[in-house]
């Protein structure tokens, strides 16, 4: 089975703080994403990453950044979190085919006080 | 905006069949049709997806009418446990494309 395993369930920053939120899949997938998960509005995509290095910005990239160094591993960060990025973050991979399904983690649920 | 339309709340008794039905009548020819679903406080579980074949696995069974505007997905022996939210996705044939929920069907299965 695909697992995809995101750092943690729950965090608590502050404003101000760079947050790094960690994703690690193990299933050898080319491509991953990070959304966010806000109620009322569904899922948004924030970043999405086709190959080591290799990014392209969603529909809500403002206030984020991310990171693919390995494969396995996609990373998103807060560069000055704000109340505003309160939210639920799930980060999800796939095959790098249009016919294969993304996979998810469990999700970080993320406050920023 | 999302492409399919889904009744808000359907309930089940345990141990019956469940059918959630989806509506995606201006489907591409390219496009899939994907099912996940979310329990309250989990990342979103992916269940099965179809293009115009009906298709079945472990957890579930997917039915695409022939002219591919609704399907059915059904859960053979609804649990407690398969209470949640389910989506219904229609997503072109292309790597990278984003996912986009709509508001999906509360299942509510009941003993």
């Known amino acids: 089975d695909v697992k995809v395993t995101q750092s943690s369930r729950y965090l608590v920053k502050r404003t101000g703080e760079k947050v790094f939120l960690e994703c690690v899949q193990d299933m050898d997938h080319e491509n991953m994403f990070w959304y966010r998960q806000d109620p009322g509005l569904g899922l948004r995509l924030i970043y999405f990453s086709y190959d080591v290095k290799m990014k392209e910005k969603g529909d809500i990239p403002e206030g984020y950044s991310v990171s693919r160094e390995k494969k396995e591993r996609f990373s998103l960060i807060l560069e000055s979190a704000s109340t505003n990025q309160t939210s639920m973050y799930l980060c999800?991979?796939?095959?790098?085919?249009?016919?294969?399904?993304?996979?998810f983690g469990d999700g970080t649920r993320l406050s920023i006080l | 905006d999302a492409k399919t339309t889904q009744p808000p709340s359907m309930d089940c008794a345990e141990g019956r069949a469940a059918n959630l039905p989806c509506n995606h009548s201006?489907?591409?020819?390219?496009?899939?049709v994907y099912w996940y679903r979310q329990i309250h406080s989990q990342g979103p579980q992916y269940i099965i997806h179809?293009?115009?074949n009906n298709e079945t696995n472990e957890m579930a069974s997917l039915i695409i009418t022939e002219d591919r505007k609704s399907s059915t997905l059904i859960l053979p022996h609804a649990t407690l446990r398969d209470t949640a939210v389910y989506y219904c996705i229609v997503r072109p044939n292309q790597a990278g494309t984003a996912l986009i929920f709509g508001k999906g069907t509360t299942l509510s299965v009941s003993s």
């Open positions: 179809g293009l115009k």
């Open positions: 201006t489907i591409s020819g390219n496009e899939y």
């Open positions: 999800a991979s796939t095959l790098h085919r249009g016919d294969q399904p993304q996979h």
